[in-house]
């Protein structure tokens, strides 16, 4: 049955979410601008890609705690160590943040809060990151501290296109067939370069062709280093500005009209949370454990499991028996009911696609999914609780449903409940985010100038693992289900990140330099965004299939990105 309409006071609370809080608690304890003759922030002020005077002139310069009571360290170990724990915050936002906007998806569908306020909240980490690197006291700071924000958009970007693109390339790959077109679930031929690969569908090029459009600002903003002009860089500034802006809305509207790409982010939840809640009820009727004490699966077990499914006795698993034993299962907040599980169940499983499961299939199957439960939960004891906890994790990370107990609780398919629930994660992962990137700033800032490594360089590696690295993971993990099905929406999923990264982080990024007057030094860095997005965009716009050795393409693309930076930079004079 249905769940009851959808409360609406989610959204005036969601609106002040976006228009209150964030800006609030990222303002933190700086000054917007400050240009005035501050001895000490001038004295902290560095060069945009080298140390600064002072420091490579040995003089102890001091720290400020950042909101007055934090830690703060001019020591090199020091300053890694806040990195990685103010990096260790944002990335538990970032994952609040998902889990609470995935949750809203769930209980309001595609619609106006799904096109306008979900893809904002996924790319909120990064955009609060940036918008912190640029208001630092005064407009010496803020041009080298906003270096940061520029090699988070561009780290993200880089990561998503090169490194994940890649990854889920080689853990999705499967056979291709004569035509080129991967077999789902069949990996025989190892990694044989151009004979095995991965295969999507059209939507999924049509996400990718989104993705090369929304590099228009950073074309724009390139002009006058294209023609080789002196000046006019404010008004591209600006321009790229209001283009990014106007690309923002749009995409949004979009997604509000044509609401597919929102029905994909949907579907790729609920795959991730149907595997789990299956898990769970084919335990609770199972004789015995699916692992042993040491996690290895008890195939006997899953045999005995079999048997007692197969009602008729005939060796094989029809789709009515298969929905007789799944009908059971509730997937509480989920709109998710006993036929569309049997589908998925019957997708996944029949790998000889001839709608029915063998007990090979089965087993098969069983050993799959409960491989992915332990490779997501680290756990020594691999008892009933287990798969519990596997249950109660997906629900936390990948649709935003908090923990909860075997006994059905008050609350349960109680939309606004849930509503509630949404909400204050979404709450705890702005607060956080909003909290922990002004100090993180800080940290990388000094850190830079405590080893002379440009700021750039390490905001271009270390941040993006802090906001990204929770969608990475779990897209591995779904790309690894070496399904064209699976693999699409894990594409989507990455397509869609670089989208929002090129609209909203770089109109936030060109607001700053905008609003602050400061001098447009980023000509390298918004190359290198630019060629990578242009050829992976082109890359995936126009074909459906990727041999093994297209990944190779993406992981060369990452250094060679961060070296055109440096050789354009530093020897060529770009900065």
């Not at 291709?176 to 095995?196: M, P, Q, V, Y």
């Not at 409940?417 to 979404?426: D, F, R, V």
Request: a negative charge; aromatic letters at 10%; proline letters at 4%.
């Amino acid at each position: 049955m249905a769940p009851p309409p959808p409360p609406t006071r989610c959204l005036p609370v969601l609106l002040l979410l976006l228009l209150v809080v964030a800006p609030l608690l990222a303002h933190g304890r700086r000054p917007f601008i400050s240009d005035g003759g501050n001895a000490n922030a001038n004295a902290n002020a560095s060069v945009l890609r080298l140390p600064s005077a002072a420091a490579a002139a040995g003089e102890d310069m001091g720290c400020e705690m950042s909101y007055g009571f934090l830690p703060c360290t001019t020591t090199a170990w020091g300053n890694l160590f806040l990195v990685l724990a103010y990096g260790f915050l944002m990335f538990k936002s970032a994952t609040y943040l998902s889990s609470g906007s995935e949750m809203l998806l769930q209980i309001l569908g595609p619609g106006i809060v799904g096109g306008l306020f979900l893809p904002i909240l996924g790319a909120l980490p990064d955009a609060l990151l940036i918008l912190v690197s640029g208001l630092s006291g005064t407009k010496e700071v803020a041009q080298s501290q906003v270096l940061i924000g520029m090699g988070l958009l561009a780290g993200s970007t880089v990561m998503l296109l090169t490194l994940l693109w890649g990854s889920c390339v080689v853990v999705g790959k499967c056979d291709l067939s004569e035509n080129s077109t991967a077999i789902d679930s069949r990996d025989t031929k190892g990694f044989s370069l151009l004979g095995s690969g991965v295969s999507t569908d059209k939507q999924t090029s049509y996400a990718a062709r989104i993705m090369a459009i929304s590099v228009l600002p950073f074309i724009i903003v390139q002009i006058p280093k294209i023609f080789k002009l002196h000046s006019g860089h404010q008004i591209t500034v600006l321009i790229g500005l209001i283009v990014a802006a106007l690309l923002l809305l749009s995409y949004c509207l979009y997604q509000v009209f044509q609401p597919w790409i929102q029905r994909r982010r949907l579907e790729y939840t609920r795959l991730k949370y149907v595997m789990s809640g299956l898990l769970r009820h084919a335990q609770k009727h199972s004789i015995g454990c699916l692992l042993d004490d040491e996690g290895r699966p008890n195939v006997s077990v899953i045999e005995k499991l079999f048997h007692r499914i197969d009602q008729d006795n005939d060796g094989k698993l029809e789709r009515g028996e298969l929905q007789a034993f799944i009908v059971g299962i509730n997937f509480e907040d989920i709109d998710w009911n006993s036929n569309l599980a049997a589908d998925q169940v019957m997708a996944d499983f029949d790998t000889s696609r001839n709608h029915f499961i063998e007990k090979g299939e089965f087993v098969n199957g069983m050993l799959r999914w409960l491989d992915e439960a332990k490779r997501t939960v680290t756990s020594g004891a691999y008892s009933k609780k287990f798969l519990n906890d596997f249950h109660a994790r997906t629900r936390d990370e990948q649709t935003g449903l908090l923990d909860k107990d075997e006994e059905e609780g008050e609350a349960d398919g109680n939309p606004t409940w849930t509503c509630i629930k949404a909400i204050l994660l979404l709450l705890l992962g702005t607060a956080m985010a909003a909290a922990s990137a002004d100090p993180l700033v800080d940290a990388v800032h000094n850190f830079s100038n405590a080893t002379h490594i440009p700021s750039f360089f390490i905001s271009f590696i270390v941040m993006p693992l802090a906001t990204n690295s929770s969608e990475a993971v779990s897209a591995i993990i779904f790309a690894s289900r070496k399904k064209k099905r699976t693999l699409s929406l894990t594409f989507s999923e990455v397509y869609g990140g670089v989208t929002m990264n090129n609209i909203l982080c770089l109109a936030v990024f060109l607001a700053l330099v905008y609003v602050r007057g400061l001098t447009w030094d980023f000509s390298s860095e918004i190359l290198i965004i630019l060629l990578v997005c242009i050829i992976m965009g082109l890359f995936t716009s126009f074909r459906t299939d990727f041999p093994l050795w297209t990944c190779f393409v993406a992981f060369l693309l990452y250094p060679l990105s961060l070296i055109m930076v440096y050789i354009l930079d530093y020897k060529f004079g770009w900065s």
